[in-house]
Structures are given as structure tokens and as C-alpha cells.
């Protein structure tokens, strides 16, 4: 299959990230119109340099485009994602009742060490995404986004990054935060709200973590794509990683298909 | 129990960090003779800021205070743990098979954001300490210290932090990253032979993902210790934690003391 791509004329005449957007999520559109066998549904991109702009585009995308969602990267243009400008989105999506996806970023500039300038081997991105999503969701949480939409539905890259592992040190540390914002439960609770895909590039040990941590509902199936073979077959991989876990097959199809059709009501 | 701790005039009359480095080692030696009832022995902390002197003391600390082992921290004053100054320490304790603990650092004063100028909520310490961990373990296989030193011992804080659950995504990452620094075996290989202890805050579920990543001889118990009840009871948990693992006893045993025993010659 060829899959053309937007005219490079119209990207190359984008006047901001609100046009661009809007091309890509246009596109997009077509895609699963012209290939209703392969796609169900699209998330949408969002120009969150500009909050109204990203209103709007979500509207568009979800009201038009019949899109299921939205995804955010984080950090936001280097903004902690509980900015107060991003507050209105969340308030958006938890109208709509629709699932933002949060994908972490950071690049070789971010080094690792005050005495060094870029970061080596790429950690940045090996540990550093992880990390960011850790971070992001823990802002999210001590912040009181989710006191305040508590069915808004944000699903974590790499199954909760570091949140299963450290589940119980999220706990103990989370006795001792203040400000808790209005908090009504224990800091732990907020955090097992998050939902986290499958892409754990193929570790059943680690996706066991995840589901004793989020639980069988809160894992949806991921599969890091574009990442191709010179990473050994990732989708094989991580397909493999879910049939391997030692579950009950009902929470496996919930894992592959179930929860998307809950989440993004398909 | 009072412990005295070593006179004040003789920290406030200290030149350096090495003068300071032997005052606690001394210190410490003094405890394990006073009490050999409570502590089998001790681990020497290094003045890093001038490694003859840190040398020199790791020399004293184990030829003459019949020390069992040293601590390192990470960064090692904003350096990188592989940092060329650094390498005479682990071929000393390469030789000497003794192992070297590896404990994080970071301040509040390193942001998570780029617009923001202090880390927020303790994230520096919750996820921040686990991140500088993993990324030690990355820079010393990716240096090539596990490969030249193989019998090298280094314990690394709350079960290896972000590597258990990101295994597989190590080893995904550790197919494309060049140089190999003569390393023989796939990067994954090396991150295995760290031992991990058992300070995750109470949690069976992280402690089965680090045993069957490290497995039973690499996993060491540790309570994180001076932290207290504010984190409600962190040492009982963590003993419970590992009591509750579901693999045999002989393995519990040998996390609770048998590992300790045969690393540190006891």
C-alpha cells in the first residue's frame, strides 16, 4: 500500500503550527476514509503553542473529523504539561469523554550531567522519555487535575513509565507532598487512574508490573510503530509479550481491543 | 543505644573532604567495635573530589579498618560515574572483590522543566534519584567498565531503578547504539550483572520484576534507612515486601542474608 501524504506545497505554505495541525490531521481524515479496513479512528495532533488554536483544532478534529481523542507531547515547548494554559483542554477532553495520549520528548541537547553538554548513548531517550512521562504524570496528579476530572482518561507511553515499579515509593513519598490541592485521596489513587499501552518492547515481566499496578481495564495495546527492525521486529514483539502474560484470556482481549472500544467508543 | 559520633572540633577543624572522609570512617569502625552485637561491618565513603585521596582511603578503610565495601554517589559532583578520573576505584575494587554502592543525588534546585527553575512536588527525589541511577548503570556499560572489570560488584539503589521494567527496552535501544567500547556480549547482558537491593519502598510487585531480571544472587536486602515513620514504617514494609515474594524460601534466604555473605567475605 502507498500511502501518499499531504501535498508538500500546503505544508511548505503553512503559515504556523495551527495549519500544519490541520494538514496532518486532514490527512489523516483521508486516510482511514480511503482504507476503512485497515483504520478505525485517528487521534488528533494539536498546535499547543497556541491553546485556542489547539481548542479549536480538538473540536474540529473530534466534531468534523470524527477523531477519538487527542494526543499532547510532554514537555509542552518545554512547559510542565499542568501549565494553567493547558487547563482548558483537559476540561475539553473529560467533555468529551474522550482519551488524551501523552508521548514523551527530549532530545540528545538535554545532557545528563551539569559537566557535560549533550546527552551519551542515547539515555536521553532510553531512560529520559520514561522519565518525562513519570514526571508528567506525577504533575498531573500533585497539580489536581485529576481530583478535578476525575473520568478524564490520559493514556501513559511504555505502561505507566516509571509509575508500576515505584508504585510503593509514589506512595510513601506522596504521604509527605504538600500543597495537595484539594486532594480527597492518597496520591497512589490518582495515579493508578492513568491508562498505559503495551509498548514495553516486548517485556511480559514488565507489562505483569504494569497490570497489577493499573489493573486489567486501565492497559490498551500499543505498539511503538515506526520503530522497525533494527529494533528486532518490535510489534511481533510486544504482541507476543501480552499472549505470554500469565492472565486470563478475557483481560488479554480486553488488553488487544476491548478497552480501545470502551475508551474511544468505536 | 546513644551513639556519640566523632568529636565536633574535629569536623570543624577538617581541611578537606578527606579529613572528613576518614573522621566518619574512623567513626564508623569505632560503632562496629563498640557493638559487634548490631554491625558486622561497614562501607567507607570516599572523598570523589580528589581521587588519590579517595584511593588512599578506600586502601585504609578496607586494609586497616577491615571495611567491606565503598559508596559512591551519582553524579559524582556533577561528573559522570564513567568519567576517565574514576576508573582507578573500580579497578582497585576489582581487585580487592568488593563491592561498590551506587547511591543517586539530586537537588531540588535541578528543574524537570526548561521554563521552571526548581524541581516541583519532590519529583527530583521520587522518579529523579531512580533516573540518575539508571542512567549510571548506562554509562558504565556503555563505557565499557563491566566489560574490562567482569567480576566488578556494583549495588545499585531500589532494585535497580528504571531497569527491570524497561529490560527489554534496553535491550531494544542497546541494538543501535555505537560505539561498543569492545564490549563482547549485547548491552543487555551487562545491565544483568548489577546487583540491585531491596529498598522499593514495600513493594512485592517491583521486587518480582527485579528478581526475575537480576535474579536471586543479585538482589540484596536494604531498607533505605534513615527514612522513618513519616514514610510509615519503610524498614517493616520493607521486610514484608520481600517475605511476600512468591519464590523460595532458599531464594529469600539468600536475599536477606546469603548474597550479603558472599559479596562481602563475611
Same mark, same amino acid.
Given at each position: 500500500?502507498?500511502?501518499?501524504?499531504?501535498?508538500?506545497?500546503?505544508?511548505?505554505?503553512?503559515?504556523?503550527?495551527?495549519?500544519?495541525?490541520?494538514?496532518?490531521?486532514?490527512?489523516?481524515?483521508?486516510?482511514?476514509?480511503?482504507?476503512?479496513?485497515?483504520?478505525?479512528?485517528?487521534?488528533?495532533?494539536?498546535?499547543?503553542?497556541?491553546?485556542?488554536?489547539? @481548542?479549536?483544532?480538538?473540536?474540529?478534529?473530534?466534531?468534523? *473529523? !470524527?477523531? $477519538?481523542?487527542?494526543?499532547?507531547?510532554?514537555?509542552?515547548?518545554?512547559?510542565?504539561?499542568?501549565?494553567?494554559?493547558?487547563?482548558? @483542554?483537559?476540561? $475539553?477532553?473529560?467533555?468529551?469523554?474522550?482519551?488524551?495520549? %501523552?508521548?514523551?520528548?527530549? !532530545?540528545?541537547?538535554?545532557?545528563?550531567?551539569?559537566?557535560?553538554?549533550?546527552? #551519551?548513548?542515547?539515555?536521553f531517550?532510553?531512560?529520559?522519555?520514561? =522519565?518525562?512521562?513519570?514526571?508528567?504524570?506525577? #504533575?498531573?496528579?500533585?497539580?489536581g487535575?485529576?481530583?478535578k476530572?476525575?473520568? %478524564?482518561?490520559?493514556?501513559?507511553?511504555?505502561?505507566?513509565?516509571?509509575?508500576?515499579?515505584?508504585?510503593? #515509593?509514589?506512595?510513601?513519598?506522596?504521604?509527605t507532598?504538600v500543597? #495537595?490541592?484539594?486532594?480527597?485521596?492518597?496520591?497512589i489513587?490518582?495515579?493508578?487512574?492513568?491508562?498505559?499501552?503495551?509498548?514495553l518492547?516486548?517485556?511480559? @515481566? !514488565?507489562?505483569?508490573c504494569? =497490570?497489577?499496578?493499573?489493573?486489567?481495564?486501565?492497559? @490498551?495495546?500499543?505498539?511503538?510503530?515506526?520503530?522497525?527492525?533494527?529494533?528486532?521486529?518490535?510489534c !511481533?514483539?510486544?504482541?507476543?509479550?501480552?499472549?505470554?502474560?500469565?492472565i486470563?484470556?478475557?483481560? $488479554?482481549?480486553?488488553?488487544?481491543a476491548?478497552?480501545?472500544?470502551?475508551?474511544?467508543? *468505536?
Amino acid at each position: 500500500m502507498t500511502i501518499a501524504g499531504p501535498p508538500v506545497e500546503s505544508i511548505a505554505n503553512a503559515r504556523n503550527a495551527s495549519e500544519l495541525a490541520a494538514i496532518a490531521n486532514d490527512d489523516m481524515a483521508e486516510l482511514i476514509t480511503k482504507h476503512p479496513d485497515r483504520f478505525l479512528a485517528a487521534v488528533a495532533c494539536l498546535p499547543m503553542n497556541n491553546i485556542d488554536a489547539a @481548542l479549536r483544532e480538538a473540536d474540529r478534529a473530534i466534531g468534523d *473529523l !470524527g477523531f $477519538k481523542g487527542v494526543q499532547i507531547y510532554t514537555p509542552i515547548n518545554g512547559k510542565p504539561i499542568d501549565s494553567p494554559e493547558f487547563m482548558a @483542554l483537559y476540561e $475539553k477532553m473529560a467533555e468529551y469523554d474522550l482519551p488524551i495520549w %501523552i508521548h514523551p520528548t527530549r !532530545g540528545r541537547d538535554t545532557p545528563d550531567y551539569s559537566s557535560e553538554d549533550y546527552s #551519551r548513548y542515547r539515555i536521553f531517550a532510553m531512560f529520559g522519555w520514561p =522519565y518525562e512521562t513519570a514526571v508528567a504524570m506525577a #504533575r498531573l496528579v500533585f497539580s489536581g487535575v485529576l481530583e478535578k476530572y476525575p473520568n %478524564i482518561k490520559f493514556i501513559t507511553h511504555h505502561c505507566g513509565s516509571m509509575v508500576p515499579y515505584f508504585g510503593q #515509593r509514589i506512595a510513601s513519598f506522596g504521604r509527605t507532598i504538600v500543597p #495537595r490541592q484539594g486532594m480527597t485521596k492518597p496520591p497512589i489513587e490518582y495515579f493508578k487512574m492513568f491508562y498505559g499501552d503495551t509498548a514495553l518492547s516486548g517485556s511480559t @515481566l !514488565g507489562l505483569t508490573c504494569g =497490570y497489577a499496578f493499573f489493573g486489567a481495564e486501565h492497559l @490498551l495495546f500499543g505498539t511503538d510503530m515506526p520503530f522497525g527492525d533494527e529494533y528486532g521486529d518490535p510489534c !511481533g514483539r510486544i504482541i507476543s509479550s501480552v499472549e505470554s502474560m500469565d492472565i486470563p484470556d478475557s483481560d $488479554k482481549r480486553k488488553i488487544f481491543a476491548g478497552n480501545a472500544r470502551r475508551l474511544l467508543r *468505536l
